[in-house]
């Protein structure tokens, strides 16, 4: 099991460029959430899809974007780059677990990391 | 939201037990608390989670305090590959997000 796959893993964009970064997630998972990590700080919950669709959202402007497929694969859009979203872009997906979906364990991929310049 | 409090850092000789602290006051009654790790360069990796029963599993121990206002992750003996980043978080009852805090940073010592 390959588990949560990132991609690309480092990537520079300049300021006012939009990009798209992707996660295929771990075999027999549904969930696939997106956290923001800033150098030295937590993760930043930017939100969460399943059944292709955002179910929730945290406190990131409408900038930033996401699409689940039909394979539950996802993608997060950040359009209009500024300086602040460099960031390492971390994945993570959970397991189908039928009533009990917000208490499973996530699974982290290695990130993506963005510098915006 | 509920937020998590934990100490900055802390500091373990190998091989010793270690007790990292958390305190979530403001818990609600359907929340779980997780543990997660990250270890340099690397994603979040789960540790153990639990809702009011002390939780064991092959990695650490959860201790939770019989308010859930605090918990407690033991490892029970660390070795060098503990050290990393140790995040308390809360499942939100009303979703899915996981909030993270700055975490608690582990160093062992050989």
């Known amino acids: 099991d390959a588990g949560v796959t990132q991609s690309p893993t480092h990537l520079i964009k300049t300021r006012g460029q939009q990009v798209t970064l992707r996660c295929s997630p771990k075999s027999g998972h549904d969930t696939v959430s997106w956290y923001q990590q800033a150098l030295g700080q937590g993760p930043q919950f930017i939100f969460q899809?399943?059944?292709?669709?955002?179910?929730q959202r945290g406190n990131f402007p409408d900038r930033f974007s996401g699409h689940q497929f039909p394979n539950y694969s996802s993608e997060l859009n950040v359009n209009a780059l500024l300086l602040g979203d460099s960031a390492l872009y971390l994945c993570?997906?959970?397991?189908?677990?039928?009533?009990?979906?917000?208490?499973?364990?996530?699974?982290f991929g290695q990130g993506t990391r963005l510098t915006v310049v | 939201d509920a937020k998590t409090t934990q100490p900055n850092s802390m500091e373990s000789n190998e091989e010793e037990p270690v007790h990292l602290p958390c305190n979530h006051s403001t818990i609600s009654g359907t929340d779980y608390i997780h543990w997660y790790r990250q270890l340099p360069s690397q994603g979040p990796e789960y540790v153990i989670h639990?809702?009011?029963s002390n939780v064991n599993n092959r990695m650490a121990s959860l201790a939770i305090a019989e308010d859930r206002k605090s918990s407690t992750l033991i490892l029970h003996r660390a070795t060098l590959r503990d050290a990393a980043v140790y995040y308390c978080i809360l499942s939100s009852s009303r979703g899915f997000k996981t909030i993270f805090g700055a975490g608690t940073r582990l160093f062992v010592k050989a």
């Open positions: 993570a997906s959970s397991p189908v677990t039928q009533g009990a979906r917000r208490n499973t364990e996530a699974f």
């Open positions: 639990g809702l009011t």
């Open positions: 899809y399943y059944e292709e669709e955002e179910r």
